[in-house]
């Protein structure tokens, strides 16, 4: 097999792609169903970017998750989480169903969502770091991303396709499928057996944690980055462009939906460079420069109004985004490793 798919040739990393790539095709349709019903039903882009911000809400829960799944089955983990995700989903199926879906409902389940989503990042990141040989990582790490990119092309189109012609009942009854064969796969993973730390405290593992990244001045600044990404990158673009659609480009969701497919190409195409033909020498170079050209196309986007030009800049926002956060996990992954192997 080709180098460039080298990840591939591990079985379980094979069923773990699958399993998140269907997961993600999930989010992303619910992100575009649930977004522009609560632009429509409010009329109201406030409410629309604390819907955004609700999916973001588990972050500061990711820590706690991170030591859980030192003590537990990561696989389990990652399955139980998805179980949640369908659950959920499957009470909006049933509100759609009789026809009772209101915004207030909608909140109230982003936000339990919301809780736990930002968890599934580092637990399968975790199982990917568990299952990938050092060599492959960063082609592992690279497809990966692409599976989070592919799934805003197709995800978004499946679902507004769905949304505008057969409504929101049958757009969540794919969800739910997704949701559920997601997790089928994900049975399938089988890490490699590791070294648990059931007999430690957690409290105490906790502010271990935080006391090495304190020390040292590498995580600090990935962390600190990171921080800016989600703190103003992601929000500007993913929050707001229903309402950038709607208000600015006069679109409906079929046109939101292709505005999220041009970004996620962009993404998708930074992401598949980054797994085949790009050799990174300098990752924290690379992280720091394209997370400067990201938020200074976040910037240009604002000066146009015309579609075909917004287009191609977001496209362009895609690709920056895919080239900083990509050399931003294998970074901080490989760190960890070697603290965790020096342990």
């Keep these: 097999m080709p180098n460039f798919l080298s990840a591939f040739r591990i079985q379980s990393y094979r069923f773990q792609w699958g399993s998140d790539l269907l997961n993600s ?147 969540y009854g794919a969800v739910v499928g997704l949701y559920l064969t997601s997790v089928l796969l994900a049975w399938r993973i089988t890490p490699i057996p590791r070294q648990t730390t059931e007999n430690s405290r957690p409290w105490s593992d906790l502010k271990l944690g935080f006391s090495y990244i304190r020390r040292n001045e590498t995580i600090v600044a990935i962390m600190a980055l990171a921080f800016l990404a989600n703190f103003t990158g992601f929000p500007m673009i993913r929050g707001l462009l229903p309402a950038l659609a709607r208000d600015v480009y006069g679109m409906d969701e079929t046109g939101l939906a292709q505005l999220i497919a041009l970004l996620a190409i962009g993404a998708l195409l930074g992401s598949l460079a980054t797994a085949t033909i790009l050799r990174v020498t300098k990752p924290a170079r690379m992280m720091v420069i394209w997370l400067v050209i990201w938020h200074l196309l976040i910037l240009l986007l604002g000066l146009f109004s015309i579609p075909i030009a917004a287009s191609v800049v977001i496209t362009m926002i895609g690709l920056a985004q895919s080239f900083a956060m990509i050399p931003m996990s294998v970074l901080l992954l490989k760190i960890t490793d070697e603290v965790y192997f020096s342990g």
Excluded: C
């Design 25 to 171: 095709w999930a989010f992303e349709m619910e992100t575009l169903i649930l977004g522009w019903f609560v632009l429509v039903t409010t009329d109201s882009p406030f409410l629309l970017a604390a819907f955004a911000a609700l999916t973001f809400s588990g972050t500061l829960l990711s820590p706690f998750f991170g030591v859980l799944a030192d003590r537990v089955d990561r696989r389990a983990i990652l399955i139980i989480l998805r179980l949640i995700y369908g659950a959920l989903a499957s009470v909006i199926l049933l509100l759609a169903l009789v026809g009772t879906v209101q915004p207030v409902q909608v909140f109230v389940i982003a936000g339990i969502a919301g809780l736990v989503r930002p968890s599934d990042f580092a637990v399968k990141f975790a199982l990917i770091a568990d299952t990938v040989p050092a060599k492959d990582l960063h082609n592992a790490m690279g497809f990966s991303r692409a599976t989070m990119d592919s799934a805003r092309i197709f995800g978004a189109l499946l679902g507004a396709g769905l949304f505008s012609t057969l409504g929101i009942g049958a757009a």
